[in-house]
């Protein structure tokens, strides 16, 4: 308690009951939030009644790192601690029999159902694509309060009204079909754990929840069914940016009028940012409803420089002079950040990092965990793991040449047959008596599909396969090619020397030797090294097979810290959005910078349309919220700021104005 200032203090030790703690960016919410924990336990409460929710695994593992420092690990790791999603996977994981799959993942199995769907009602206003469809679905769930989807999609979108059989079709389908493999997806851990937590008395004391602000309706009313009698929320209304995920800024401003007797904490001393930097932040959020009272004050002493506005006549001229000035910077690159509202941005600030030999590293476009050869192998090690993994085994086997989605779904449905409900017997022991393929006859929703397989001879491929898998009864699929069975015949080999193995490390690198995923690789290497006429660049080539190495030891080093597969790969699923690789500047989404911080910050592409994006403000954003945006962007820099606009893009022939928010920030005088 003694590193804790008078306000900090005062929140950590307030009374249990219902305790609200409004904490501007840099006021120190985590050593608040520590201390609140250091004196629950003080007072006599249990570390397992105690919840501690954060926003990423990442955060709340900091927290309870620092508990162990005065309690213990012992004491420490008894806490239950993590994301809103680890926790009630872990609950669950304990209880039933799931096996939590990514978005990506079973948006391919969603895809397979709707596409069957035949719309014969059509209005000008076309159906949604499986994909987003999907997407809507799941902000439903989140964002929702009390409404069934036909009620909330109205309200949303009246013209989709029209086509709402057939998408509740779709999901009771895909709900069916989930929930027979045991898939659950992010959504699906919090109902289930909702549910659990309204069937019995609550088992925290307190819960603790860390950036309130982002809670969305559904993480609020999981909060309410665990209805512990004590709850200490930290948040920043100014920093609510998760609204396009279903975060609700009305949960922390009406945190009193739920709660009437609750308390409200402020902490006003920034420790983060300097005075100019700070001053340039206020006067734009100042623009924005102030929905509790609060005036920051800077600690940061010393002669800091103001933010400069940098501004340059084309858009890549803007990307390529950052690069050279961070070039001459002489500061370390890890400690030098490059935010972006629109990923456009990025792509063009990483070549010209690239183009000055400058390192960098990316958060907010492409995750590292979605790179396909990352996902293949984790795909291969779940299907290793757990045989009966539909999801990995289509997503592993359709990289066949000819293969694709629909015949892997077949092949995984014929090996579960020929193994008698298990695929890995199917694959190495099958039983040659049992039919692997069967004429099925499905009628969907306004359409109706015969598929009658005509099966061909299983031996027709055997002079180019592998001795022991000559023959295989999958190999009977009548739109098999050659080049397909030879593919499921590295597959086969490959399955057959791992299948046994049980430790992380030993699985990745089994994988990474074998023929199959080398095969694969190669053909990931020349996609990427193609020249606009085709042919290949054979120095791009091997620059991308050195990436995928590169991404596999990463891999690795991860899978050092588990010796149970099915650890490891619950952690990459959970943990898969929090990852970044490598060294160097910080390429970061705005959203992907919260809650970090720089000596060095460029906020680039402040133009109007782009920053504020006008796009996403016409489908439904705020002027509000992406003012709130860019007061995060301002407040991740400790020491030097520059925002950067350019007047034109030559390439697209588009003429630019400034931002409204260098105007509300005084860097341009209004004309």
Known sequence: ??????????????????????????????????????????????????????????????????????????????????????????????????????????????????????????????????????DTYSLYLNAQKNQTFEQWLTQKSPEQAIYLPIYEGIFDEFIALKHSYGYADYNDLLLMYKEEMTKQASPYVEILCDEYQDTNPLQDSLINAINAPSLFCVGDYDQSIYAFNGADISI???????????????????????????????????????????????????????????????????????????????????????????????????????????????????????????????????????????????????????????????????????????????????????????????????????????????????????????????????????????????????????HLINTPIKLLWSIFKSEFFTYIAEILCKERSKNKDGTINETKRVEAMEKIERKITLLDNLAKNYDNIGRFLNAMILGSNEASQGNGVNLLSVHASKGLEFRDVYIVDLMDGRFPNRKLISKGGSLEEERRLFYVAITRAKENLYLSYAKKDALKNIDYQASIFLYEAEMIKNQ
């Open 1 to 134: 308690m003694e590193n804790l200032n008078a306000e900090q203090k005062s929140a950590a030790t307030a009374p249990m009951g219902y305790n609200l703690v409004i904490a501007s960016a840099g006021t120190g919410k985590t050593s608040t939030i520590v201390g609140r924990i250091a004196h629950l336990l003080h007072s006599g409460i249990s570390p397992k009644q105690i919840l501690l929710l954060t926003f990423t695994n990442k955060a709340s593992a900091e927290m309870i790192e620092r508990v162990a420092k005065m309690f213990g690990e012992k004491i420490a790791k008894q806490i239950e601690a993590g994301t809103f999603h680890a926790v009630a996977y872990r609950y669950l994981k304990e209880h039933f029999k799931i096996s939590l799959k990514q978005p990506r993942e079973l948006k391919i199995l969603f895809k397979s159902i709707a596409e069957r769907r035949i719309y014969t009602n059509k209005s000008s206003t076309p159906p949604y694509s499986p994909q987003y469809l999907y």
């Open 252 to 498: 922390i401003s009406n945190f009193t009028q739920k709660y009437s007797q609750a308390k409200v904490f402020t902490l006003k001393k920034n420790y983060r940012s300097s005075y100019p930097i700070l001053d340039l932040a206020n006067k734009v959020i100042q623009k924005n409803e102030r929905i509790y009272n609060k005036s920051l004050e800077v600690v940061k002493t010393g002669n800091y420089p103001l933010p400069k506005l940098l501004i340059y006549d084309e858009l890549f001229l803007q990307y390529q002079e950052i690069a050279k000035k961070i070039a001459t910077s002489n500061y370390n690159p890890d400690d030098i950040a490059v935010i972006f509202r629109n990923n456009s941005s990025a792509d063009g600030c990483e070549a010209s990092l690239r183009e000055m030999g400058i390192p960098s590293k990316r958060r907010g476009g492409i995750s590292f965990f979605d790179t396909k050869e990352v996902a293949l192998m984790l795909d291969i090690c779940s299907l290793v793991y757990n045989p009966k993994d539909m999801m990995a085994h289509i997503h592993t086997l359709s990289y066949g040449n000819g293969i694709g989605n629909s015949i892997a779904k077949d092949i995984y449905e014929a090996l579960n047959i020929l193994g008698e409900n298990n695929a890995k017997n199917g694959l190495l022991k099958p039983n040659h008596t049992i039919k692997p393929y069967t004429s099925r006859s499905q009628n969907t929703q306004l359409g109706l599909f015969d598929d009658f397989f005509s099966l061909q001879s299983s031996a027709r491929f055997d002079e180019y396969l592998p001795k022991d898998f000559t023959s295989h009864p999958i190999l009977s699929h009548p739109k098999l090619t050659k080049d397909g069975a030879i593919f499921l015949g590295k597959f086969y080999q490959m399955y057959s020397q791992i």
